[in-house]
């Protein structure tokens, strides 16, 4: 017989949905836990580039998507939350780069004007001058053109870090092996249980576990819900001093995924990592790390001759992207969920999108008229004798 206790909202997973949710729910007023099943971030939001972005990669096929409508809007109110004025306060958290750039060679340079320069772009991408070229591009030994976009780029530790910070005592690891689910008189889910002889009840359950949510929708035997995963292989390179790089590298055809995508990250040894993706790590699933590797020190050096990548220390990162099912299989336009019962399944589809998600979620909540009701004291006071606090992970390169 399980011990019960409750609370208003069960989320599970503690990427970056399940945790900006968890602020936002909480900070509105609702009794909320998040339990997860390994260590928070470690899985896509870890993995991620942490490009906060207005859309206008997915205009590169040239025109405006309905994807790059949705995403347009966010990088503003992410801005607010760091400048500690937005709906979470994030002021704590590092911005590795206030700007990202589009870089395309000498050779693509009218093709690229004439496209940045159209009727539905303008204004919304920036020509950046040779003279103000950032430190890495002033040492171009290459001509080439350098768009400013109006995206950024988040350091995802700092951002899991303040995230987890607000809400830690919320947050729980627990074995997902041994999930199950309680039901109502009439089916209805109305509690969990993970073997540790404690039941927790509560009005709403939240499937915020990117690749995990498919196991949760068939345990919780749900109809409506369905995932779907997009593979990536990822490149990085590790050493002293490369320099700061934040770039998009266009190809000759244009299209919606960039040749190369870059981003600098940090390590606490004091070097840095260059984090690759973009079409190399769409193409690269499925190729031996070595070949990937190799492909990657190519494009590199034809990108940018003038670095030196002597000394280099490579990985490969296989990582699958989770995402609401798309007829299809193509990637949402945008963040989506999904209700059954007393369920949501939620995906981001992208960092970018997890506030907008975060908003859908509680206006749901709101129109299914779930107020919240539960003192989560004695919840949380339990949950602490019979399981470990949740804790961060750390990028796969460290
Ligand atoms: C290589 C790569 C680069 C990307 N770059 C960008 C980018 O630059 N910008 C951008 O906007 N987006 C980017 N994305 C997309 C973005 O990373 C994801 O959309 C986002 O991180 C998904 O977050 P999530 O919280 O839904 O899932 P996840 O981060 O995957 O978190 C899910 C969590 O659930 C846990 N879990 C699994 N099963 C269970 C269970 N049964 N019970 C409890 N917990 C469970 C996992 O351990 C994990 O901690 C990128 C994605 C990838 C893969």
């Avoid at 798309?326 to 209700?339: I, M």
């Avoid at 206006?363 to 949740?390: F, G, K, V, W, Y």
Wanted: hydrophobic letters at 40%.
């Amino acid at each position: 017989m399980n011990s019960p206790c409750s609370t208003d909202i069960v989320l599970f997973g503690g990427g970056i949905a399940g945790l900006w949710l968890l602020n936002r729910l909480r900070d509105a007023g609702y009794s909320a836990v998040l339990l997860e099943a390994d260590s928070l971030g470690g899985a896509q939001t870890l993995a991620s580039q942490g490009i906060i972005h207005g859309g206008l990669k997915y205009a590169l096929g040239g025109s405006v998507t309905d994807a790059a409508n949705a995403i347009a809007q966010l990088p503003a109110r992410w801005r607010a939350c760091f400048e500690g004025s937005g709906e979470i306060d994030l002021s704590g958290c590092e911005v590795l780069s206030d700007t990202y750039y589009m870089w395309s060679g000498a050779s693509y340079r009218s093709k690229l004007k004439a496209f940045f320069g159209s009727k539905s772009l303008q204004g919304r991408v920036t020509p950046v001058p040779r003279e103000d070229f950032p430190a890495f591009f002033a040492d171009a030994t290459v001509g080439g053109s350098l768009y400013a976009l109006p995206d950024f780029a988040v350091d995802t530790p700092s951002l899991l870090r303040e995230l987890h910070r607000r809400h830690s005592g919320a947050t729980f690891k627990i074995d997902a092996a041994n999930l199950a689910f309680d039901r109502d008189t009439d089916g209805k889910l109305n509690a969990v249980s993970w073997g540790t002889g404690v039941s927790l009840q509560a009005q709403r359950f939240i499937f915020c576990a990117g690749k995990g949510n498919q196991d949760l929708i068939d345990l919780a035997r749900l109809s409506k819900p369905a995932s779907q995963l997009r593979p990536l292989k990822m490149v990085w390179l590790k050493k002293a001093a490369l320099g700061a790089l934040y770039a998009h590298c266009i190809g000759e055809d244009f299209s919606m995924t960039p040749r190369l995508t870059v981003t600098t990250h940090p390590t606490p040894d004091g070097r840095d990592v260059w984090y690759l993706g973009g079409e190399l790590a769409e193409a690269g699933v499925g190729v031996a790390d070595h070949e990937l590797i190799e492909r990657a020190r190519c494009l590199l050096a034809d990108l940018f001759p003038w670095i030196d990548l002597a000394g280099a220390k490579w990985g490969c990162l296989a990582i699958d992207r989770a995402e609401a099912k798309n007829a299809d299989g193509s990637r949402p336009d945008g963040a989506l969920f999904v209700e059954e019962s007393s369920c949501i399944a939620a995906w981001p589809t992208k960092l970018t999108l997890t506030p907008a998600l975060a908003d859908g979620v509680l206006e749901a909540l709101n129109r299914q008229a779930i107020a919240p009701l539960a003192d989560d004291t004695a919840a949380l006071s339990t949950l602490t004798q019979h399981l470990p606090p949740a804790t961060q992970a750390t990028p796969r390169w460290e």
